[in-house]
């Protein structure tokens, strides 16, 4: 095959950005090759180039950017490109001194640095930094690829830490390569890695996310490695948050359904449990003045008597009760309340690639393919629950997705603090004052209530103080059912969490915030505040909807 037409630009100081961004080269990701082999490692070398990385650079597509020498993995790619059907991008970057017979003839495209500029990998990245500005918003991803490597190579390396540019390792290529997996990979026995005693493989060992890959490795797996690092299409993963949203959102609004029947239904029990004692006291004899009977009586239908209260009444409850105990309202709602929480916890930990959708642990399968498992298994969960005997309708999203973070961009750690941390805060405050509030309304009924109940029996009106008793254990039993006392504990403790947390990240100096690890920290921390506190609140709330079931087969016969 003939070699293609090289076209050698030459850069000076003043105009090369101008002349980098009229070669619109920047709407691809990036790929940077760096390093050489022996010639008994050429023929894996020749196999990775022609199955993965090409074919990679033409779909999904990347830009390739090398030294563009006749040898080494230049070389290599530059032949692997002009072999396939549709060649990928490659452009050599060479040093003013390089001899043109040095360059490779297979790159079509040849940036040659100014005289001025001695510092050839110094430059060489400034260029790279342009040809990965994207949008306004978001760079096109980069990443570097290593074989062997020695001097030129760390250097080259330690600027992909500054810029949090991932890096390939190809074990058993010899030189940096392996130097730097066996620094950064436990030991079989499960040891952790010694940190190295070079000061410039320490600097790599600490800013640089490296993945291994034996040469003589998968080509599938290598594929997979390099597809979730380039293959960064805003579609798919729109796609599949404003999925996950939806889900979130069916979830989200049946809980709220399930719980305002739930709530209706107890507020009628308790209501017609009052209305009981009442009516069986007003049917007793001597409860309230003839004179009084025959006043209500006048106002009242012949047909409406006491005793059909005192009939109609337990009847309604047992109603209610069977129905209660059938369709179980409750339990719908703390389990669709669980599962939506479940949802919102793995979304913000896919939007920040954080635990398990971080870049070192999904270098095999995408974040995506996770996200949608995970979501897969909380419904799974749901099936078999008392969620599937019900309708779990459409979520309505007219206007929601839009108040939703980051349908097609992930979060970067102040959007996290934003729409998560602070807005979960918000939450907090606004619903312990509220909770706070109806616990001391509620236990001062109570008192009150008792100290009726206490005054009745005082002025010999015993027959009432069965209705004071009534009010009394219908306050309990709101009180204990939802749980005020324990969720106000819970929605405290988390506040304070939430709040330790927002301050340690504000007390952290810019470049600690721009640490990887930190990053894990606050997004870690702040999810396992809330499962906690959402699976707190789970186990309460279903004791207390089992201790009411308990009870209202007795609630029933009255």
């Known amino acids: 095959m003939a070699a293609p037409q090289q076209q050698i630009i030459e850069l000076a ?47 999904p597509g990347a830009l390739i950017i090398d030294n563009a020498t006749c040898a080494g993995c230049a070389a290599v790619v530059g032949q692997a490109s002009q072999e396939l059907d549709t060649s990928p991008t490659v452009v050599g970057i060479v040093s003013h001194d390089t001899r043109p017979e040095t360059i490779d003839p297979n790159h079509p495209l040849i940036l040659r640095l100014a005289a001025e500029w001695a510092d050839p990998v110094k430059y060489s990245f400034q260029i790279a930094d342009l040809l990965v500005k994207g949008t306004a918003d978001r760079d096109q991803p980069a990443l570097a690829i290593l074989f062997g490597g020695a001097e030129l190579e760390t250097r080259a390396l330690i600027r992909c830490g500054a810029r949090a540019w991932p890096v390939v390792a190809i074990q058993g290529t010899g030189g940096l390569a392996d130097r730097i997996i066996d620094a950064t990979t436990s030991q079989p026995d499960g040891t952790p890695p010694n940190p190295p005693k070079d000061p410039e493989l320490r600097e790599i060992f600490d800013n640089v996310d490296v993945y291994p890959f034996r040469i003589d490795g998968s080509m599938d797996d290598l594929s997979a490695i390099l597809l979730g ?42 209501y017609l449990a009052v209305v009981a004692a009442a009516f069986a006291v007003l049917k007793s004899g001597g409860a309230v003045p003839q004179s009084f009977k025959d006043w209500a009586h006048s106002f009242a239908p012949q047909w409406i008597t006491l005793h059909a209260f005192v009939i109609v009444v337990p009847v309604l409850i047992s109603i209610i009760g069977a129905y209660n105990s059938h369709f179980r309202d409750g339990y719908k709602w703390i389990l669709l309340r669980g599962g939506a929480e479940a949802m919102k916890r793995e979304i913000y930990r896919f939007l920040t690639r954080s635990g398990v959708y971080s870049d070192q642990q999904c270098y095999q399968t995408s974040r995506e393919s996770k996200l949608t498992a995970r979501m897969k298994d909380i419904t799974a969960a749901l099936e078999h629950s008392e969620v599937n005997k019900m309708n779990v309708k459409d979520a309505d999203l007219a206007g929601t997705l839009k108040a939703k973070p980051a349908l097609g961009n992930f979060l970067t750690p102040e959007d996290y603090l934003e729409y998560r941390i602070s807005d979960q805060i918000r939450f907090f405050q606004r619903n312990s004052g509220r909770l706070s509030r109806r616990l001391v309304w509620l236990q001062v009924s109570i008192y009150l209530a008792g100290g009726a109940g206490t005054l009745l029996a005082a002025f010999r009106r015993d027959v009432w103080v069965a209705v004071a008793t009534a009010v009394v254990t219908a306050l309990a039993t709101k009180l204990q059912t939802d749980q005020v006392e324990n969720t106000l504990v819970q929605y405290n403790q988390a506040l304070t969490a939430l709040r330790n947390i927002q301050s340690w990240w504000q007390g952290l100096s810019n470049w600690e915030r721009s640490r990887r690890r930190n990053i894990d920290v606050l997004v870690d921390q702040t999810e396992r505040t809330l499962e906690s506190e959402t699976a707190g609140w789970v186990q309460q709330m279903q004791s207390a909807l089992e201790k009411l079931t308990e009870k209202e087969p007795a609630g029933a016969r009255t």
């Open 13 to 59: 100081p003043d105009t090369y950005k101008q002349v980098i961004e009229a070669l619109h080269l920047s709407a691809k990701p990036l790929i940077i090759l760096l390093g050489d082999v022996s010639e008994e490692l050429k023929p894996q070398m020749r196999a990775i180039c022609r199955r993965v990385i090409a074919p990679l650079a033409v779909n």
């Open 229 to 270: 690092r380039i293959d960064q299409r805003g579609d798919r993963a729109a796609i599949v948050i404003k999925d996950s949203w939806g889900r979130f959102d069916r979830l989200d609004q049946a809980a709220g359904r399930s719980q305002k029947l739930f709530r209706h239904l107890e507020l009628t029990l308790i």
